[in-house]
T-cell receptor, first 114, second 117 residues
Framework: GQQLNQSPQSMFIQEGEDVSMNCTSS?????WLWYKQDPGEGPVLLIA?????ELTSNGRLTAQFGITRKDSFLNISASIPSDVGIYFC??????????????FGTGTLLAVQP | GAVVSQHPSWVICKSGTSVKIECRSLDFQATTMFWYRQFPKQSLMLMATSNEGSKATYEQGVEKDKFLINHASLTLSTLTVTSAHPEDSSFYIC?????????????FGDGTRLSIL
């Protein structure tokens, strides 16, 4: 199935460092979502973006909907050990029709060393 | 916030058994629910879109006779893996979207780990 290109694939950082990850697509998306998944659990929504150029924060997390509608980034500031997990971008593609279908990125594994 | 409950969390069964997984939206009505499969160290892959009161829409390559989906109410969808075999072992996750808002974020259940011996 279709997937979004997400990078980096993995990151190993020290506690306190800032983190940045991004997601790109060759086609336009109507929404961009960022989820975090802990082992053995379902993804949990972090941030939802609905308009091109939109910049939204949720605590130490900041995400932006790219102007071209083909990309998004997520920044985590001052990382802490509990930030460990897999981060997925996801989006609703512009099909020109009504759909809830969500396409997922390939994921970024984040490891934070205390 | 929106809560989606998935049951069971773990299933271990013999090859040839059929397994049913339930997905419930606890505090909102979900016209549409989604079923995903996730293999180790991989992303979520959409299997099918489940619409209340109608037939599910399956993604290319997903056998509809193998993965039976029923969405009989606005709060419950079920996935039945029929005659399961070891290659069906995976992490199955459901999600639900609030009624009428096509771009509202999906909320996910905690997944079901299916192991076929």
């Amino acid at each position: 199935g279709q997937q979004l290109n997400q990078s980096p694939q993995s990151m190993f950082i020290q506690e306190g460092e800032d983190v940045s990850m991004n997601c790109t697509s060759s086609s336009i998306f109507n929404t961009w979502l960022w989820y975090k998944q802990d082992p053995g659990e379902g993804p949990v929504l972090l941030i939802a973006l609905y308009k091109a150029g939109e910049l939204t924060s949720n605590g130490r997390l900041t995400a932006q909907f790219g102007i071209t509608r083909k990309d998004s980034f997520l920044n985590i500031s001052a990382s802490i050990p509990s930030d460990v997990g897999i981060y997925f971008c996801a989006g609703h593609p512009f099909y020109g029709g009504a759909t809830n279908k969500l396409i997922f990125g390939t994921g970024t594994l984040l490891a934070v060393q205390p | 916030g929106a809560v989606v409950s998935q049951h069971p969390s773990w299933v271990i069964c013999k090859s040839g058994t059929s397994v049913k997984i339930e997905c419930r939206s606890l505090d909102f009505q979900a016209t549409t629910m989604f079923w995903y499969r996730q293999f180790p160290k991989q992303s979520l892959m959409l299997m099918a879109t489940s619409n209340e009161g109608s037939k599910a829409t399956y993604e290319q390559g997903v056998e509809k006779d193998k993965f039976l989906i029923n969405h009989a109410s606005l709060t419950l969808s079920t996935l039945t893996v029929t005659s399961a075999h070891p290659e069906d072992s995976s992490f199955y996750i459901c999600s639900a979207a609030p009624r009428q808002y096509s771009n509202q974020p999906q909320h996910f259940g905690d997944g079901t780990r299916l192991s076929i011996l």
